[in-house]
């Protein structure tokens, strides 16, 4: 499964699941929250020393992966990984850094500057694949595997994210 196809599949599950795949459909600012919050999940699982476990440093990456392109999707975005992306050295750099590339997309969004909010989005993705090769894990795995359970799972929307009180 390549990057479109995983975007494909995850986009099919999310509208199976009554969830908004448009721009006119999400709440664009919890999306970019949600991101960050996943990555901070990582973070955590890292420091744990939890890597493939409920809640691990590799599903916690792959669940910003797969918001990621939750959102690729609804900038009309294909995903692309460059390959000469950079990651700084240590793993605390790591997670600052991803949090920064996903905080200047949401600036450049909030400021229309869509041009410049993509492009840190597909960095963002390279983070998150440079990432995965650096701590030895594939993340198109992962992110199938978090299809797998996403296809079966429930949620209970009322109280839930993405829950505008219109």
Not at 1 to 10: A, P, T
Not at 92 to 97: F, L, M, P, R, S
Request: contains cysteine; hydrophobic residues 35%.
């Amino acid at each position: 499964m390549d990057l479109v196809e995983l975007q494909k599949e995850h986009l099919k599950i999310l509208q199976e699941k009554g969830w908004g795949t448009t721009l006119e459909e999400m709440n664009i600012p919890e999306k970019y929250m949600l991101i960050q919050t996943e990555i901070s999940e990582a973070y955590d699982g890292f420091i744990k020393n939890n890597f493939t476990g409920r809640h691990g440093f590799n599903e916690e990456i792959s669940d910003a992966l797969l918001r990621t392109l939750h959102l690729m999707a609804a900038f009309n975005l294909i995903p692309k990984v460059s390959p000469g992306a950079v990651l700084p050295a240590t793993i605390h750099e790591q997670i600052a850094y991803l949090h920064k590339v996903v905080s200047e997309s949401y600036e450049e969004y909030r400021h229309n500057n869509l041009e410049k909010s993509k492009q840190c989005l597909q960095d963002f993705l390279s983070g998150l694949f440079k990432l995965s090769e650096k701590y030895n894990f594939s993340l198109f795995e992962e992110a199938e595997k978090k299809l797998v359970i996403n296809r079966e799972r429930i949620w209970p929307k009322n109280g839930m994210n993405e829950q505008r009180a219109d």
